[in-house]
């Protein structure tokens, strides 16, 4: 139940930031990558986001005893929801941070990255592959 309120309250979050960043930055659609703006709503489709996002809802129910691979998969989740919410209801997902002159992105992204890290730390320290021990 934690894992949900969490997941809805990152999800409201980002949509929150999305607002935001539509209220008060100069808002142009752009299907490809641009340089020159900072909020950019990305229509790109990626293939298979529905099918990644039930696979993670399985394995979130899967690892439900395992604390810290329910929580970087309830990141990735969160993000990944996110941004299905703003390609179904806004036509694109809107990126708005930019902090080099290749990369514009948002909340739910910043989510999903942070899952990831976190999933493939566990990863590393159960297959030993880095030793914690001195």
């Known amino acids: 139940m934690k894992n949900i309120v969490a997941l809805l309250l990152l999800v409201f979050l980002d949509q929150i930031s999305k607002e935001l960043a539509i ?3 100069d808002y142009r659609m752009n299907s490809s990558v641009s340089l020159d703006i ?3 709503s990305n229509t ?3 293939f298979g986001a529905g099918f990644i996002q039930i696979l993670l809802v399985f394995f979130v129910f899967k690892w439900r005893s395992v604390p810290i691979k329910r929580i970087g998969l309830t990141l990735i989740l ?3 929801l ?3 919410i ?3 209801f806004r036509g694109g997902v809107i990126d708005f941070i930019k902090i080099s002159p290749f990369s514009v992105f948002n909340f739910a992204d ?3 990255i942070l899952g990831i890290i976190v999933l493939l730390i566990k990863y590393i320290h159960e297959e030993k ?3 914690w021990e001195k």
């Open 38 to 40: 900072v909020q950019i």
């Open 82 to 84: 996110s941004n299905t």
């Open 44 to 46: 790109a489709i990626v």
């Open 23 to 25: 209220a008060n930055f």
């Open 86 to 88: 703003d390609r179904i």
């Open 110 to 112: 910043i989510l999903i």
């Open 78 to 80: 969160s993000g990944a």
């Open 129 to 131: 592959i880095i030793s």
